[in-house]
């Protein structure tokens, strides 16, 4: 074969496994076939083609629109994993906190009970005591032998009396043992559940981890272009979402006043726009989404869930048609994100890994609903 047939194989070939790895969105990188007519390595065989770089004579071939609109969606799809497996995260260390806290009050009682416990055996010992000292005689013995009619009189109430506080005594222990079995019982129940949500959150954490990995692999093996160009494709997809949104009327009718605590919402949230979104985080210095709208809220006096899907159970809903700014617009059919609505078909929402706080439309992404923190 020629010298220029085998320089058009090489470009070729070159092209083939460029398209590739970006239709495999970064997972085909080690499959990628050698370059034939790549000069040998020292173990003498070819030197295989790196993703992006170019045969001898040609240049790099950018992945076509098709394709980077598949990466695109990928990076959605991973980046929703993650935001999944985060909501999974703060839930599980939510309950963890919770879970501590009330293992902490546990074994306060615990220890406090164990004290009283004490302090009633201490006295129950000092009435036996008391007795032996007596002769060893129950005061109902020592009252029978008596011949004075007054010291009669005065055993008879003091009997009655030794009685009653012997009775009250012996149940007020009895009480205390059961209450100090029942909170240590519970406690120990509570630190299985402790447990439980210590691995959850370990669970998710690492698959966090995982799905970010993932992502920033398949923006790893994109040229520069190719990145300016699906960051076009993905403000594409933003726009023509919101332009259909808003041309369903939605936001015909809607009014952009809110309450007072509304506004403190708003506020806050509009105070942390360029900050970097990270996962778990609840601020000062980085949100994820439902850090964000927990802290707006409660900087506004009014605290609420800390995960979206919780915000989404247990908030009040509103119809779209009467949102208003403070309001939350909770997205995906598993209310995985959630964003503040700031106005006028805008919201202020931490997106995802490698995002900042941000504004955007509102319509952007699926809605699944609306909540009224302070409704």
């Known amino acids: 074969m020629g010298s220029g047939k085998r320089g058009l194989l090489a470009a070729a070939v070159t092209v083939v496994c460029a398209v590739t790895v970006l239709a495999g969105a970064g997972t085909a990188f080690a499959s990628v076939p050698p370059d034939p007519s790549a000069p ?6 070819p030197s295989p083609t790196l993703p992006g770089s170019p045969a001898p004579g040609a240049a790099p071939t950018p992945a076509p629109d098709k394709d980077l609109e598949k990466i695109r969606k990928q990076l959605d799809r991973l980046y929703h994993d993650a935001a999944v ?10 309950k963890a906190e919770k879970q501590s806290a009330r293992v902490d009050d546990l074994n306060e009682r615990i220890a406090e009970g164990e004290k009283k416990l004490k302090r009633l055996k201490d006295q129950a010992g000092a009435a036996a005591r008391a007795q032996y000292r007596n002769g060893g005689l129950p005061p ?5 032998l008596s011949d004075d009619p007054q010291q009669f009189a005065d055993s008879a109430a003091t009997i009655l009396n030794g009685e009653r506080a012997t009775r009250k005594l012996l149940t007020e222990m009895a009480r205390t043992q059961k209450e100090l079995q029942a909170d240590s019982d519970d406690a120990a129940a509570r630190m299985k559940k402790l447990e439980a949500d210590r691995e959850d959150k370990a669970a998710a954490k690492k698959k966090i981890k995982k799905r970010i990995a993932d992502a920033e692999l398949v923006e790893s093996g994109l040229e520069k272009k190719e990145k300016e160009r699906l960051a076009q494709l993905e403000r594409q997809a933003a726009h023509a979402a919101q332009t259909a949104w808003v041309d369903t009327g939605v936001l015909d009718g809607i009014s952009d006043k809110t309450s007072a605590e509304g506004k403190k919402a708003v506020a806050f949230a509009t105070a942390q726009l360029g900050k970097p979104y990270v996962w778990g985080a609840e601020g000062p210095d980085s949100f994820d989404c439902s850090g964000l709208t927990s802290q707006a809220w409660a900087a506004a006096g009014h605290p609420i869930p800390r995960t979206s899907q919780e915000q989404w159970r247990q908030l009040p809903h509103v119809a779209v048609k009467d949102m208003r700014p403070g309001d939350l617009i909770i997205y995906f059919d598993d209310a995985t994100h959630v ?11 931490a997106p995802r890994p490698g995002r900042t706080v941000t504004v955007t439309g509102a319509g952007t992404m699926p809605i699944l609903g609306v909540v009224r923190p302070n409704g």
């Open 85 to 94: 497996a985060t909501d999974a995260y703060n839930a599980a260390e939510e």
């Open 339 to 349: 964003a503040m609505y700031a106005g006028d078909g805008k919201i202020i929402h």
């Open 140 to 144: 109902t013995a020592r009252f029978l």
């Open 40 to 45: 040998p390595t020292a173990s003498g065989s």
